[in-house]
């Protein structure tokens, strides 16, 4: 069994790079990539430099390496059933499966090559540019502080405003401003306790002038004692200020023993930031409490500040620290890349078996783009079919989540803000992209492939 | 199982789009091809030859009956690795160059390496190709391409051959050594499946053959009984004086009436190679393909090419997937290496295909001996060197017996 799969997976990697269709993407990326290493700047500091490099540089690997993989994989069979070498191939001892198989573990070693060969191409020069950039030691601390690592998250617990909801709830009933069907229409009370709930988790993260605000983070335990926290938050504001900068007065440490005489580390940071643009603060592990606990505190001046700010609630703010290091996250960041891989191998291979070349191929990239917009797709899909209920849920909604989430899982995002893909993230996106949904399209290409009549012609 | 071949009712119809029965490609169709048999399919063009054969190889399934081939369904991959299958068209990867061809073929029977390469190297000699074993097939001629083609329909010693239109593209020296390829496979037990159009090929090797027209079997038969004209009587002499012609004709009107006397034709095949062999012993300059021999004196040269022959109708490889890899290479490599256990195994093959070949004898048709002749002087010419006494087959005598006479 296994000497005819063998056989038919080299005969397709043969096809892949003799037909030259490899060939035009290695040259592209060859061309492309040193040229971007040395090209792009960024914002002009070596770690924006660094974050445009792995950003554009992996986004564009894995753009070509899916679109090759379409190409091939589709090609492969459609070429050998248009050009009938298909015969010759199945008159041998070699079960359609086993052909099938070959042609996927074909497309899926080719993918492994290139994807390991120009992943390390890009790893080179990501670590190659800080040693061929002039830059301050302070440029390259920071580097390795926050490019190249690999961190994890903590957030703070989410607020429970529902009993403050209700109250406003109630007073709005009271005062009129809130219609007293609310109480008895289920769809409206939904929609008016929905808002009320956005608005209360607004204030909840809101500081006015002279006030604070206290975030709590519990079990913060880096994976190395000794290794520096990082405050990681983005300011919003009621009323712009003339610089687009708010002044920040942070304090961290363990807040619960505060009192007139503090005998515990405590980190204190002021700055003034822009608004709407991603900040980190780096904090000693130190100020983390015994039992982990760790508060970080927000003041507003209003000597400095004169405007409400804000932390909304998708930017958020979070503990960053180091959890792995920046190869093994990158090596990692490549494996979810070839997640994807194998998913459009399975698909192009899928779509063969039953649609000629051009069409197979305009099916794929659809689901492709698709997929990388998949959170959009799902969130139209959702709202447009809010009154389908029941039919919608079993019909359409299955169908729609067997698209690959590739946006959801985007290996770039990873690397550029050295944020921790653990193992266990990726064997998730893994179970999911391949083991579920690459084998669901690759089983239902075998039973079609299998009751297919080969040779048969429409009159 | 009496037969090779057997379909029951055998019909395909072709529909369009909508699913409406459009055309009847074969209707009822009762084909028997018996074991050690070489059986003609002819019919012209659309006459259902092809699907005929691609229901019996699984490619198309059957509307109706049943295609059983070596017993059982032809998808089966224990029944499909005794068979070797030459499409109407060689439908060659043209991105993998000759040696590659085999070798993926023959990887795809589970051949082991060693195996493969003795027999790779084997067929490609065979089929005159070793020359060109490294040029990707995508830039081969027609007939070159009809070659490797008949090449990895070999690879696994198959117990049935079915060639379809193997001759298309051939120029008459090829057409010839595929026909005197499948003469001499037959003799060495294999059954062949010949579906052709081109009725001489087919009247030349065939034992039986089938005419098909309109899906539908008209005629079938031994060749010698189909086309023997049993009311009359054929004689050729030499050159006789016409005294000797007026005693004769006298015989003969004292049994009948019907006397005619003329020179008999030379084939326009067998004239045409021996035109080609005698530019290419003045080494007349072509720009076309030069040495297309290969098979012709592969068959002829008993030391070497009967010895190759051996090694490709004797490795048991239809059974090479149960076998240990090892122990089949070892075999093998022993098989190489010692000739004379090659010689014992093809004893044993031919004590079994005598019987075959004095039956084969009885409906070969006489073109086939005139040939021969023409296909020796050639090999003399070509080879330089006519003494072949050595190595001389007992057909051979015989038809130097018949030359003498």
Known sequence: MMHSIRAVAVNTIRQAVRMKIVAVFVLLLLVLLPVMGSAMGGDGTLKGRLQTFVSYGLSLTGFLLCLLTIAVSIYSLTSDLGDRQIYMVLTKPVKRYQLMIGKLAGVIILDAILLFFFSAFIYSITLAIP????????????????????????????????????????????????????????????????????????????????????????????????????????????????????????????????????????FTYESRDLIRTYQEIKIPSDVIADDGYLGVVFYNDPQLNDTVVMFTEEEGLEILYKADSFSWNFARAALLIFCRLIFLAALGVFSATFLSFPVAILLCIVVFFTGVISGFIFDSFDSLSENMGTLYFYTVRPLIKLLPQLDKANPTGYLVEARLLSWAALGRIAFFMVALKSMILFLVSIIIFSYKEIAKVII | MKYAIETLSLTKVFSDWWGRNKVYAVEELDLKVEYNQVYGLLGPNGSGKTTTIKMLLGLLHPTNGRALVLGGDGRDTNISAKIGFLPEESYLYKYLNARETLDFYGRLFGLPAKVRKTRTEALLDMVGLTAVANRPVGTFSKGMARRIGLAQALINDPELLILDEPTTGLDPIGTRQIKDLIVQ?????????????????????????????????????????????????????????????????????????????????????????????????????????????????????????????????????????????????????????????????????????????????????????????????????????????????????????????
Not at chain 2, 373 to 397: A, C, F, H, K, Y
Request: with cysteine.
């Open chain 1, 131 to 266: 040693k061929f950039t002039k830059t301050s030691p302070e440029q390259i601390d920071r580097v390795n502080d926050e490019f190249f690592t690999a961190r994890a998250s903590l957030r703070p617990a989410e607020v429970d405003v529902s009993a403050e909801v209700q109250q406003q709830f109630q007073k709005g009933l009271k005062d009129g401003s809130i219609p007293q069907r609310a109480k008895t229409d289920r769809d409206l009370y939904g929609r008016v306790i929905a808002t009320l709930t956005k608005e209360a988790k607004k204030d909840s993260r809101s500081v006015i002038p002279a006030r604070e605000l206290l975030w709590e983070f519990n079990n913060v335990k880096p994976a190395n004692p000794g290794d520096d926290l990082y405050l990681r938050f983005q300011y919003d504001v009621s009323k712009s200020p003339h610089d687009l900068k708010v002044t920040g007065k942070w304090i961290a440490g363990d807040v619960r023993k505060f009192g007139d005489k503090i005998d515990v580390p405590i």
């Open chain 2, 185 to 405: 496979l037959a003799k060495r037990g294999k059954t062949i499946l010949l579906c052709s159009h081109l009725l001489a090929d087919v009247e030349d090797v065939c034992d039986m053959i089938a005419i098909l027209y309109g899906g539908k079997i008209q005629e079938q038969g031994k060749v010698r009984q189909l086309l023997e004209l049993s009311e009359k009587r054929q004689i050729t002499t030499g050159h006789l004086s016409d005294k000797a012609l007026g005693d004769i004709e006298q015989i003969i009107r004292h049994e009948c009436s019907e006397f005619e006397v003329d020179s008999p034709m030379e084939k326009l095949e067998n004239y045409f190679i021996k035109t080609v062999a005698r530019a290419q012993q003045e080494k007349a300059k072509t720009s076309g393909a030069v040495s297309t021999t290969q098979i012709s004196s592969f068959l002829k040269n008993r030391s070497g090419s009967e010895e190759l022959l051996d090694k490709l109708v004797s490795a048991d490889v239809s059974v090479s997937e149960k076998q240990d890899i090892g122990a089949n290479e070892q075999a093998e490599e022993e098989k190489t290496q010692q000739p004379q256990t090659d010689e014992s195994m093809l004893d044993k093959l031919t004590s079994s295909d005598q019987e075959f070949t004095v039956e084969t004898k009885q409906v070969e048709p006489e073109p086939i001996r005139q040939i021969d002749e023409v296909n020796e002087d050639i090999l003399d010419q070509l080879m330089g060197s006519g003494d072949t006494s050595e190595i001389e087959t007992e057909d051979e005598r015989n038809r130097g017996d018949f030359n003498d006479a």
